[in-house]
């Protein structure tokens, strides 16, 4: 188990992703919880890209624990992000 748990990990990017973007949805219709999960998968991609930028900037991270945990922060703030812009334009 301990050599797959930075794959558990950045799996529960995505799965953090699509529980908030579900609980944050103001319908349950098919549509809506289909395009929710889009956005997990890409809030995901978002974060394996602030994750390797972050690796980069920092000279490498060999710890695979912590690369998986920057994946899910960087996941999280793409959720963040997205949330934040959505309702900035509800509010207009």
Do not use: Q, Y
């Not at 953090?16 to 929710?36: C, E």
């Not at 980069?56 to 959720?79: F, H, Q």
Request: positive net charge; hydrophobic residues 55%.
């Amino acid at each position: 188990m301990s050599e797959s748990l930075a794959s558990w990990i950045s799996l529960s990017g995505f799965v953090l992703s699509a529980l908030v973007l579900f609980v944050r949805a103001p319908d349950r219709s098919g549509h809506t919880i289909m395009m929710n999960l889009l956005t997990a998968v890409l809030c995901l991609f978002g974060g394996f890209l602030i994750a390797a930028a972050l690796m980069k900037l920092s000279g490498g991270i060999t710890n695979p624990i912590v690369n998986s945990v920057l994946v899910v922060v960087g996941a999280l703030a793409c959720v963040a992000a997205k949330e934040m812009l959505s309702t900035r334009r509800k509010a207009k």
